[in-house]
């Protein structure tokens, strides 16, 4: 019975290993898409500001 609970136990290890591991590479997509969103609004933001300025003066008329 020792020997059961022993590999009991290192599955256990594996199994919230790869929940451990699989937040980490959940965690490095939120970042990338993150960092992509920041470069788009860096080089598009004045023209993204461009527009709505344009739609709000149209609603203001």
Do not use: K, P, T, W
């Amino acid at each position: 019975m020792h020997i059961a609970g022993l590999i009991r136990a290192l599955i256990d290890r594996l199994i919230r290993h790869e929940r451990g591991q699989s937040m980490v590479e959940y965690a490095l997509i939120l970042v990338l898409i993150a960092v992509v969103v920041i470069a788009v609004l860096i080089i598009l933001g004045n023209q993204v500001a461009n527009v709505f300025c344009n739609i709000s003066g149209a609603i203001g008329q």
